[in-house]
Nanobody
């Protein structure tokens, strides 16, 4: 199993940057055995995919809405995954969740097995 704890959320002005972090503690398979992802959920909306990174960190995939403004990274030696968000927009306001999955993992929340509690990101206009 994997326990995930997000940090780094906060209030930022439009055009600003924010870096989210997710610390993982794994019992059983090591952290490097999991595909990691970030999702977000705005009030009144469904949870949506933001980014995903492969087990090795070589392959990444982004939602079109954040492509070019967001970078997902991971450090398997530290069991952490990060999400650097630049040029933030008010529509990026949401609770951001870190997630871990095994096997074939696509950009769907149902593909991920473990979730953090989320961290709030608020972008003011």
């Amino acid at each position: 199993q994997v326990q995930l704890v997000e940090s780094g959320g906060g209030l930022v002005q439009a055009g600003g940057s924010l870096r989210l972090s997710c610390a993982a503690s794994a019992s059983g398979p090591s952290f490097s055995s999991y595909v990691m992802g970030w999702f977000r959920q705005a009030p009144g909306k469904e949870r949506e995919f933001v980014a995903r990174i492969s087990m090795s960190g070589v392959s990444t995939y982004y939602a079109e809405s954040v492509q070019g403004r967001t970078t997902i990274t991971r450090d398997n030696s530290k069991n952490t995954v990060g999400l650097q968000m630049d040029s933030l927009k008010p529509e990026d306001t949401a609770v951001y969740y870190c997630a871990a999955g095994t096997g074939w993992v696509g950009p769907h929340s149902s593909d991920f097995d473990y979730w953090g509690q989320g961290t709030q990101v608020t972008v003011s206009s």
